[in-house]
């Protein structure tokens, strides 16, 4: 019997997405006259902040966007207002380490209108020790040390949903309702795909609460569950489907290889970088939602629209 020919795709939006990536490439910056540069007052006892939380993720963006430490940032930022003609002051590098530790950041999404297909992933992100290169070469000096990254993306824009940080012992699967948890409740999820570390009661009875499906293979050798909750019924009409149409084939069929583009999203996230900067655990909490608040802003300017030649 021949081997099928692999399926061939072609983008059809070309035009669209070739500007798109010469926009990533502009280096205009845009400052509002009317953005909120000061903190309002807060009505608590002590010394008001100065700045507004707004402004200093202004500032941690272009930090975390061109590579830069604390006081270089300050200079860049501030020459940037001066030639916008702006007289906002600008906080110091003591002020912009202190409130990383404490700010909420605000990630930007798209809202497709649709009910949302989530995809869900991890990677390992390294905060301390040395470079491959060097421990390839020399052996690691000192131990390594390395963070998780745990996100949410929404197939049908790109954007990331719901990120959460944790240290590198920690699993995949306990994560997944933290995530799901970030999705606002009006906002209807219709799947929810991911790989087979997530193949838990805890995941399974996540996904069943907020009425979407679950697109996560079974784990190698794995047996049915005793059914004595809508999450175990779910979990066993998966294993029953993989082993009528066998592994490979259930996963095109439930569209399970569309996990690709999350691990691609990964790629992009460690593209600011392969090590986090700060050493802080609060601090890098907030490095890697500004990593994420760029990356939408970036997959909003235009994404490739890929389909299948028939």
Sequence with gaps: MPKPSPTRYRTTNWSAYN??????????????????????????RGRP?????????????????????????????????????????MPDYSTLCRRQARISV??????????????????????????????????????????????AMDAGTGDVRA?????????DSPLLPELLAQIPVDEPVKTVTADG?????????AIIDRGAD?????????????????????????????RHLGRALWKRWAGYHVRSRVEARMNCLKLFGERIMSREPNRQTAEIQI????????????????????
């Design 19 to 44: 500007a798109s990536l010469r926009k990533r490439g502009s280096l205009s910056v845009w400052f509002d006259p009317d953005m909120i540069w000061h903190a309002e007052k807060s009505g608590k």
């Design 49 to 89: 902040e100065t700045f507004s939380d707004a402004a200093i993720q202004t500032c941690l963006t272009l930090k975390v966007l061109f590579g830069l430490p604390l006081r270089q940032t300050v200079g860049l930022v501030e020459s940037l207002i001066r030639m916008a003609g702006l007289d906002w002051p």
């Design 106 to 151: 605000q990630i930007p999404y798209r809202a497709s209108g649709q009910p949302l297909a989530l995809l869900i992933d991890s990677t390992g992100i390294k905060f301390r020790g040395d470079g491959e290169w060097l421990a390839r070469k020399h052996g690691a000096s000192r131990r390594r040390q390395w963070r998780k990254v745990h996100i």
């Design 163 to 171: 990120v959460e940080f944790t240290s590198s012992r920690q699993g």
């Design 197 to 205: 570390a997530y193949d838990t009661r805890r995941c399974h009875g």
């Design 214 to 242: 679950a697109v996560i293979p079974i784990r190698r050798n794995g047996r049915a569950w005793k059914e004595d909750c809508p999450a175990a019924s779910a979990r066993n009409e998966i294993l029953r489907a993989t």
């Design 291 to 310: 990593r994420i608040a760029i990356m939408n802003r970036v997959s909003a300017l235009g994404r490739a629209e890929i389909d299948a030649v028939v």
